[in-house]
């Protein structure tokens, strides 16, 4: 079992920027691929970035590759987010799961989600 729990979001002015955390536990095994997703009210959840642990390879939606960063430590996947803008505003959501999904929706575990709002 492995439990997720994100934290980071908040409200921001255009142009600036966030940095989310995703605080993992349990089985290591379960959680070697690690992605971020968001969805907005009335939209489609999204895959942000991934990265594999194993070798920390990661992996982009590529039209946000350019403003947003995904790394890891230990326990912990980040996403780092700059010069954001107001279509950002979502729910951002950290996915776990033992295979490389990549962004894939398939994950199998995920947190609660931490609010992001743009304006």
């Known amino acids: 079992h492995v439990q997720l729990v994100e934290s980071g979001g908040g409200s921001v002015q255009a142009e600036g920027s966030l940095r989310l955390a995703c605080a993992a536990s349990g089985d290591i095994y379960s959680r070697r691929c690690m992605a971020w997703f968001r969805q907005a009210p009335g939209k489609e959840r999204e895959g942000i970035a991934g990265i594999w642990l194993r070798d920390s390879s990661t992996y982009y939606n590529i039209s946000m590759a350019d403003r947003f960063t995904v790394s890891r430590d230990k326990t912990t996947v980040y996403l780092q987010m700059l010069n954001l803008k107001p279509e950002d505003s979502a729910m951002y959501y950290c996915?776990?799961?033992?295979?490389?999904?990549?962004?894939?929706?398939?994950?199998?575990?995920w947190g609660q989600g931490t609010q992001v709002t743009v304006s």
């Open positions: 996915a776990a799961d033992t295979v490389n999904l990549q962004m894939s929706r398939w994950y199998t575990y």
